[in-house]
């Protein structure tokens, strides 16, 4: 990922983005990591604010819309398991 640089001994990298513009009216802040558990894997972190506003199953629905949208614009592509 992002950052890495084997001549520092810096084998991993990652990304903090800070994003707006997705339906949500805060900051949104998107962690992306190699993950240590699954090799070919990725951590993924949201974060924001809720100002003024009761959480709700609408508002939590929006959050949820948000950080889907923050993760596409980072080319991220989440796929599902193939079923038999």
Not at 17 to 46: C, F, H, K, N
Not at 49 to 59: A, G, K
Not at 62 to 70: P, V
């Amino acid at each position: 990922m992002r950052f890495a640089d084997p001549t520092k001994q810096i084998v991993r990298g990652g990304a903090i983005v800070y994003l707006l513009g997705l339906g949500w009216p805060q900051e949104i802040r998107m962690t992306v990591e190699l993950s240590l558990v699954y090799p070919d894997g990725v951590y993924l972190t949201w974060q924001s604010s809720l100002l003024n506003q009761i959480p709700s199953h609408e508002v939590l629905k929006t959050l949820s819309n948000a950080c889907a949208e923050a993760a596409t614009r980072l080319d991220l592509v989440f796929s599902k398991p193939q079923t038999e």
